[in-house]
């Protein structure tokens, strides 16, 4: 298993803690350090079963900046905007041996990466 995670989020730490615990040999990828590239963002959004917008954090200052809410819906370009910007990813994600992906906010979606 993988996890992008953002030591500094407190959902990330959760996610981590408990992965630790179900899968001492996972793997962390600390992804604003590590950014996946735009093919890693396209292959974990089809996992997710899930369009770049909808695990961008438009409430960040730079998605303001940037004026994403307002930006045509094109998953190519967002997920150039995301490879591009990172710390807009939503996190953390959990990505499993099984090909599955969770974007693990929730306990429910924490306990379905898990199971």
Known sequence: MEIWHNPRCS???????????ADPGHTVRRYLDEPPTAA????????????PWEITRLKEPLAKELGLA???KDRA????????NPVLIERPIIITD?????????????DAALS
Do not use: C, H, M, Y
Not at 11 to 18: C, E, I, L, Y
Not at 40 to 46: G, I, P, S, Y
Not at 98 to 110: H, I, K, Q, T, Y
């Open 40 to 51: 890693q963002l396209d292959e974990v959004l089809t996992k997710l079963g899930k369009q």
């Open 77 to 84: 370009a967002w997920i150039a905007v995301l490879a591009a």
């Open 11 to 21: 959902k990330s730490r959760t996610a981590k803690a408990a992965l630790d615990a």
């Open 98 to 110: 099984d090909g599955r992906a969770f974007v693990a906010r929730s306990p429910n979606e924490l």
């Open 70 to 72: 307002a930006k045509p």
